[in-house]
């Protein structure tokens, strides 16, 4: 497994920018899908974006689609999510998440989890 810490979140205004990040431990983190989720209160959490061991575009919920993207660097053990045109129904708690060689929507493929970062958008 590896370990997830997230940091970016913040307060920002209706059509704002934050750039959220996740930093990974671990040897093996080149191996593993990364995923953002978001849990609003009193919902669900649920998938917005999630980017494969090899890289490539990524995948999206159609919530987000054009408006955010997810990235990472090998390199540096980083995973982040530039979230622009931010709308209020964005606000939530964002957690990083990795799975071991599968891309997927689905959060109970993850096995390992941040402890998530607070994300507030303003109408």
């Known amino acids: 497994q590896v370990q997830l810490v997230e940091s970016g979140g913040g307060l920002v205004q209706a059509g704002g920018s934050l750039r959220l990040s996740c930093a990974a431990s671990?040897?093996?983190?080149?191996?593993?899908?990364t995923g953002w989720f978001r849990q609003a209160p009193g919902k669900e959490r649920e998938f917005a974006a999630a980017?494969?061991?090899?890289?490539?575009?990524?995948l999206y919920a159609d919530s987000v689609k054009g408006r955010f993207t997810i990235s990472r660097d090998n390199a540096k053990n980083m995973v982040y999510l530039q979230m622009n045109s931010l709308k209020p129904e964005d606000t939530a708690v964002y957690y990083c998440?990795?799975?071991?060689?599968?891309?997927?929507?689905?959060?109970?493929?993850?096995?390992?989890w941040g402890q998530g970062t607070q994300v507030t958008v303003s109408s």
């Open positions: 998440a990795a799975a071991w060689r599968l891309t997927t929507r689905r959060s109970t493929s993850y096995e390992s």
């Open positions: 671990g040897r093996t983190f080149s191996e593993y899908t």
């Open positions: 980017i494969s061991w090899t890289g490539g575009r990524g």
